[in-house]
């Protein structure tokens, strides 16, 4: 009787044991699962985060950018109609005088189709260009043509330039020629016609660059 007594007393015995490890263990996983969540949610947050920041970031970004990205106005109506003095073609030192003082002489400079030519630079080398080239055959006029994303001062430059060039385009071609500046200033293509009685090769604005070519061997012959 003992015996049986004594063998369930500890079966009973072993019985709670196993109970109290078991009751152990799911406290211990259950803890440990609470501390890997935690740990999982603040990594999430902690990578969130950035992400965040990021995004804002590049929007203020963008935002700085579109603000910067001004397009260059032209107010060509501005300019004026009026009446203006006749130059032939072949009055380099007037239509000089038009773009302003020579800052250097290029003797050994190429034209549009590559001739041996003269350039007048009337800018520093650093500053937005404005040229005039000097050929046998062609009288090319060419000027900065600024970016929107360029700086405020460009841009300024790049309209007084442009508004040179439309004063020697009404001399030498009269309205018509200042209307086909205008044309350039809106991304208008000129090829080959005759404008104003003058036979223009090529008048263009893009790539930050203008150019209007000339064609003087084809001048009308009472434009000198």
């Given at each position: 009787?003992?015996?049986?007594?004594?063998?369930?007393?500890?079966?009973?015995?072993?019985?709670?044991v196993?109970?109290?490890?078991?009751?152990?263990?799911?406290?211990?996983?259950?803890?440990?699962?609470?501390?890997?969540?935690?740990?999982?949610?603040?990594?999430?947050?902690?990578?969130?985060?950035?992400a965040?920041?990021?995004?804002?970031?590049?929007?203020?970004?963008?935002?700085?950018?579109?603000?910067?990205?001004?397009?260059?106005?032209?107010?060509?109506?501005?300019?004026?109609?009026?009446?203006?003095?006749?130059?032939?073609?072949?009055?380099?030192?007037?239509?000089?005088?038009?773009?302003?003082?020579?800052?250097?002489?290029?003797?050994n400079?190429?034209?549009?189709?590559?001739?041996?030519?003269?350039?007048?630079?009337?800018?520093k080398?650093?500053?937005?260009?404005?040229?005039?080239?000097?050929?046998?055959?062609?009288?090319?006029?060419?000027?900065?043509?600024?970016?929107?994303?360029?700086?405020?001062?460009?841009?300024?430059?790049?309209?007084?330039?442009?508004?040179?060039?439309?004063?020697?385009?009404?001399?030498?071609?009269?309205?018509?020629?200042?209307?086909?500046?205008?044309?350039?200033?809106?991304?208008?293509?000129?090829?080959?016609?005759?404008?104003?009685?003058?036979?223009?090769?090529?008048?263009?604005?893009?790539?930050?660059?203008?150019?209007?070519?000339?064609?003087?061997?084809?001048?009308?012959?009472?434009?000198?």
């Amino acid at each position: 009787m003992w015996n049986n007594n004594l063998q369930t007393l500890m079966v009973g015995m072993i019985m709670a044991v196993g109970v109290s490890l078991s009751g152990c263990d799911n406290s211990q996983s259950d803890a440990q699962n609470q501390d890997a969540n935690a740990n999982t949610s603040e990594q999430a947050s902690v990578n969130d985060a950035p992400a965040k920041d990021s995004a804002a970031g590049t929007a203020d970004l963008d935002g700085a950018t579109a603000a910067q990205a001004t397009p260059v106005r032209y107010d060509v109506s501005s300019w004026g109609s009026g009446e203006v003095t006749p130059l032939g073609i072949d009055k380099l030192e007037e239509i000089k005088s038009t773009f302003g003082k020579v800052v250097s002489t290029d003797e050994n400079s190429l034209d549009y189709a590559s001739n041996a030519a003269t350039k007048y630079r009337f800018m520093k080398a650093d500053a937005p260009y404005l040229d005039l080239i000097d050929s046998e055959k062609y009288l090319e006029l060419g000027w900065y043509y600024a970016n929107p994303t360029d700086s405020d001062k460009e841009k300024e430059l790049s309209q007084n330039h442009a508004k040179k060039a439309y004063k020697i385009a009404r001399q030498l071609m009269g309205d018509e020629g200042g209307k086909m500046v205008g044309d350039m200033l809106n991304s208008q293509i000129t090829k080959n016609k005759v404008v104003g009685g003058q036979k223009v090769e090529l008048a263009k604005c893009e790539f930050y660059s203008c150019m209007l070519v000339i064609n003087k061997s084809e001048a009308p012959e009472n434009n000198s």
